[in-house]
């Protein structure tokens, strides 16, 4: 007799929907997730001492913004000094030329007051 009653209660059982009841347990339970979470992140940035940690990390983004706009100042006074360069080497080919035609008379004026004489 109480196989067949532990029989039909499987039976009942089979047929039956399933009852799950949640209560506030999976509430209680994500509480204490996120609070485990936030002490967790509150104990490493007092440890790893984040406050320095961050104020590090700004730094170096300003020394490499620093380092951006000092390098494109370097590339533009480059620039300036070729540019200042290639005028002084075509003024320098100017005043050689200027010197060659200049010697050029001087040898035409010493030429004619030899063959002249000197003017008084």
Known sequence: MLKKLQRKKRIKLAKAKP?????????????????????????????????????????????????????QELDALRLKIQLKDVAISKMDEELKKLKEENNDLQEDILFYEKIVGKRR
Not at 20 to 49: C, E, N, P
Not at 53 to 70: C, G, P, Q
């Open 19 to 71: 009852r799950v009841r949640i209560g506030s347990v999976w509430r209680k339970q994500t509480m204490v997730i996120l609070l485990a979470f936030l002490a967790t992140l509150y104990l490493s940035y007092r440890l790893f001492d984040g406050g320095n940690s961050v104020n590090y990390l700004l730094k170096i983004n300003e020394l490499s913004e620093s380092k951006t706009d000092l390098s």
